[in-house]
């Protein structure tokens, strides 16, 4: 289990399989990570559930692999 404060921005988002979703931009209303526009293809901020989160240490971790976390991103 992780405590939702230890997402902080710039911090590298990567899926159960280890390859790169994005960077965080910052924690919205404690349900949403919000994702860098930098990151992103249509240079727009895209958000990811909090639920898809496994753990965090140096990095923010997902329960899914990073294909799966792309479908997920809205």
């Known amino acids: 289990?992780?405590?939702a404060s230890q997402i902080?921005?710039?911090m590298e988002v990567v899926g159960a399989d280890g390859r790169h979703?994005?960077?965080v931009d910052r924690l919205e209303?404690?349900?949403q990570v919000k994702l860098t526009a930098d990151?992103?293809?249509d240079g727009q901020h895209?958000?990811?559930a909090i639920?898809?989160?496994d753990r965090v240490d140096d990095k923010v971790h997902l329960k899914v692999g990073a294909n799966?976390?792309?479908l997920q991103i809205h």
Do not use: I, N, P
């Open 29 to 31: 209303d404690a349900r």
């Open 1 to 3: 289990m992780f405590d």
């Open 39 to 41: 990151d992103s293809a």
């Open 46 to 48: 895209h958000f990811l």
């Open 21 to 23: 979703v994005g960077t």
């Open 8 to 10: 902080k921005e710039h």
């Open 68 to 70: 799966d976390a792309q």
């Open 51 to 53: 639920d898809l989160v």
